[in-house]
């Protein structure tokens, strides 16, 4: 199984330093198919296209992603999100299909138990952050 990123900051990182939305964001970011579907045997894949889109993004756009993804997330649980925050997460995630499909597969990696979640990384993951999409003019 892939181990180890070398990030930009040269802080190696593993899949288990990256909570779930943060893998969502690293798989909708990696070379993961949109048409991919799960089969038994795929953890190391999964794990590779985790860290390639980590690396692609690096951590601290992985990190602020994640938590205005997990921000829209819990405003629309709790059906609170307005439209622009709907706006703001569709333009930071434009193909919701791949969006659908990176969340359920990264929840595969963590609900799966292929690899836990640090310590550090469920700490971040209490932080979301409320995007909203700056207002639009319109002509009168």
């Not at 089969?39 to 692609?56: F, M, P, S, V, Y």
């Not at 992603?65 to 439209?83: H, Q, T």
């Not at 622009?84 to 990696?109: E, G, I």
């Amino acid at each position: 199984m892939p181990a180890l990123l070398e990030a930009v900051e040269s802080a190696p990182v593993s899949v288990r330093d990256l909570s779930n939305m943060e893998r969502t964001v690293a798989l909708y970011a990696s070379e993961m198919p949109t048409a991919y579907r799960y089969r038994r045997g795929d953890d190391e894949k999964l794990c590779g296209w985790i860290l390639q889109g980590a690396e692609r993004l690096g951590l601290e756009e992985l990190y602020r992603s994640a938590a205005c993804a997990s921000g829209y997330m819990r405003l629309w649980v709790e059906d609170e999100a307005r439209p622009r925050h709907t706006a703001a997460h569709v333009a930071r995630f434009p193909v919701q299909k791949r969006f659908d499909l990176a969340q359920r597969t990264a929840s595969m990696v963590t609900i799966g138990h292929v690899t836990e979640v640090s310590a550090a990384a469920l700490e971040r993951s209490d932080r979301p952050i409320y995007e909203v999409a700056p207002l639009m003019a319109v002509a009168a």
